[in-house]
């Protein structure tokens, strides 16, 4: 049978048994793709053959039926080196782009409230800095919390991965929505120390771009708050305007409700103001990628001796080889590997967007044959959100990420 070249890519699961460190030490970003790509092709070589329809050998003759056999497996062992230059090629993109240009820098704007979906594209962020791929200059939340335990929770988060003077701003609102996470007590515990806090994000936003001379991408997991807010602020849009590369929004829909953009008139308002405002380009995950899960073996670990997703998944619930949801992760994948084509995995279709105010906020999103400066992500191999929600190229490709951390600490 032959195999897809991409459906083994990135199968880099590795679990052992062994005491995690609780704390990584401050560090800068290290070049470590050469052992990332030895990683993948271990991984890739130690595949198991994709599961298919038996092959049928009746009828043939001893002869003919070696003859089958041997032909398969040369398909196989072809297919097998074409995923291997495949891994290789990709890496070596994303290595390029950063001798070229240096890393990324992102600020990622988040509702890291009761769902645990945040913390993935945080620490799917953490992993591609730690390759030296992107710099993270900020985090905000886009909704406040009047508990303040949500600043602390950051803290931790960004504390775990050794990513200790990363500023963290509350929302630039008085919109609050969500709880208290569940699994805050889990990232807090990590919390080593007092970063920068801002009480505006938009004050945090004009410092950060005013002081970053680099290319710099905003995502936004989350409500789109904070960017009408800055873009309203004059000083703000002249900041966006010359420092800002691109917008990564999670959310969108081909037409209905999309929990981060409608729903009640603050996030309508919100996401109406900066489609019709903003001065660069914005890209929107679209409904269709929501349906991205990985995470699945961080659910199985022994969470005492597991990191802080696991510890995160397991306290909001997730259990027993449960994949979540990953749209936030896939736009902060996207925001940073842009310049690479999105490592082959996605791809940016211009779309009209529109919001009808008169009944809720229903988003249309269609396809444009001109360049509209809005744009919808789309999944390369696989376009159907029922076969994207069981794909193991997409789910390996983030779990690549997300387990990475683990695999240095138990190596």
Not at 35 to 48: H, K, T, V
Not at 270 to 294: E, H, Q, W
Not at 373 to 383: D, H, N, P, Q
Request: hydrophobic share 35%; net charge negative.
């Amino acid at each position: 049978m032959k195999k897809s070249s991409l459906a083994v890519l990135c199968t880099c699961i590795l679990i052992v048994n062994s005491i995690a460190l609780p704390v990584l030490a401050a560090r800068q970003p290290s070049d470590t793709l050469t052992d990332y790509r030895d990683i993948f092709i271990d991984a890739l070589n130690e595949a198991r053959q994709e599961v298919g329809p038996e092959e049928d050998y009746s009828g043939m003759t001893d002869e003919q039926k070696q003859e089958a056999i041997e032909k398969a497996k040369e398909e196989d062992d072809k297919a097998r080196d074409e995923a291997k230059e495949s891994v290789e090629n990709i890496q070596d993109d994303l290595k390029d782009q950063q001798q070229a240009s240096g890393p990324v820098g992102i600020i990622i704007d988040a509702d890291m409230s009761t769902d645990v979906d945040d913390v993935t594209a945080v620490r799917i962020a953490q992993e591609l800095e730690y390759q030296g791929l992107c710099d993270i200059l900020g985090f905000a939340y886009c909704s406040r919390n009047p508990s303040g335990n949500n600043i602390k929770a950051a803290e931790g988060l960004f504390d775990y991965a050794g990513l200790t003077d990363v500023p963290i701003a509350k929302a630039s609102v008085s919109y609050e929505y969500g709880g208290n996470g569940d699994y805050w007590g889990v990232l807090w515990q990590y919390k080593t120390t007092s970063h920068p806090v801002y009480d505006n994000a938009v004050t945090m936003y004009k410092e950060v771009l005013s002081a970053h001379d680099g290319k710099i991408r905003i995502v936004t997991t989350g409500f789109l708050t904070n960017i009408r807010e800055l873009l309203k602020d004059p000083q703000g849009y002249e900041l966006v305007k010359d420092k800002v590369d691109a917008i990564y929004i999670t959310g969108g829909e081909y037409q209905g409700l999309c929990y981060n953009l409608s729903y009640d008139e603050t996030r309508v308002g919100a996401t109406d103001y900066v489609v019709k405002n903003s001065p660069v380009p914005l890209y929107f995950t679209m409904d269709v990628l929501g349906a991205i899960r990985c995470g699945g073996h961080l659910t199985k670990m022994d969470t005492a001796n597991s990191d802080i997703l696991s510890k995160a998944y397991a306290q909001f619930g997730l259990e027993d080889g449960q994949n979540y949801g990953n749209c936030d992760g896939t736009a902060v994948y996207c925001a940073v590997t842009q310049d690479t084509g999105y490592g082959g995995y996605f791809e940016a279709i211009p779309c009209d967007f529109k919001i009808n105010l008169s009944n809720g906020g229903v988003i249309t999103q269609t396809r444009s044959d001109i360049v509209t400066g809005v744009y919808m992500l789309e999944a390369t191999y696989t376009k159907d959100k029922y076969v994207l929600y069981g794909s193991a190229t997409y789910t390996n490709l983030f779990d690549s990420f997300i387990e990475a951390d683990y695999l240095r600490r138990h190596q």
